[in-house]
T-cell receptor, first 108, second 116 residues
């Protein structure tokens, strides 16, 4: 079973920041938080991952709380092409276990 | 660099028929994964290879599913005989190293299987 909890859906206006929350209250000290997204009819696409510190790359920022029980993926300037299902995953043992994710709809 | 390639992209078969899917991972990637994604759900790992050896096949229905990765490069996933509940997207992914927590997986576009 997935070890994360995400809202089933969110909306965001184009050009605004999209903040996608994830709860992972049972995370262990050496488990990473991964984010993938899946655009319709495509395979999942890696976005970012982190352990304890906040991380940023060309796609997004990942903010992990100090107790590591939750995190937020930030898309700083959402575009229509960011409409997708976003999966927050805690690396469990040696495999990725996907939940049902958050369906982000970016509107004009 | 080229991504993970899969074929065919779509397949429609009758129940009890057999079907095979092909995957070509990113060049040089040691680890290869097959996932099943049923409509409305996240992908579920079926089998994981490191080079040409199986690392994890605990979720593979071995009475009807089989997979191989000859020479540690391409892989095929076979279903024989297919059931209605096998209708899903079959995703292949690869990663460079040994499937550890810092080893990013890259996914192919998937094969959509419909069993009638």
């Amino acid at each position: 079973d997935a070890k994360t909890t995400q809202p089933p859906s969110m909306d965001c206006a184009e050009g605004r920041a999209a903040n996608l929350p994830c709860n992972h209250s049972t995370i262990s000290g050496n488990e990473y938080v991964y984010w993938y997204r899946q655009i319709h009819s495509q395979g999942p696409q890696y976005i970012i991952h982190g352990l304890k510190n906040n991380e940023t790359n060309e796609m997004a920022s990942l903010i992990i709380t100090e107790d590591r029980k939750s995190s937020t993926l930030i898309l700083p300037h959402a575009t229509l092409r960011d409409t997708a299902v976003y999966y927050c995953i805690v690396w469990y043992g040696d495999k990725l276990i996907f939940g049902t994710g958050t369906r982000l709809q970016v509107f004009p | 660099e080229a991504g993970v390639a899969q074929s065919p992209r779509y397949k429609i078969i009758e129940k009890r028929q057999s079907v095979a899917f092909w995957c070509n991972p990113i060049s040089g990637h040691a680890t290869l994964y097959w996932y099943q994604q049923i409509l409305g759900q996240g992908p579920k790992l079926l089998i994981q290879f490191q080079n040409n050896g199986v690392v994890d096949d605990s979720q593979l229905p071995k009475d009807r599913f089989s997979a191989e990765r000859l020479k540690g490069v391409d892989s095929t996933l076979k279903i024989q005989p297919a059931k209605l509940e096998d209708s899903a997207v079959y995703l292949c992914a690869s990663s460079a190293g040994g499937a550890g927590p810092t080893d990013t997986q890259y996914f192919g576009p998937g094969t959509r299987l419909t069993v009638l």
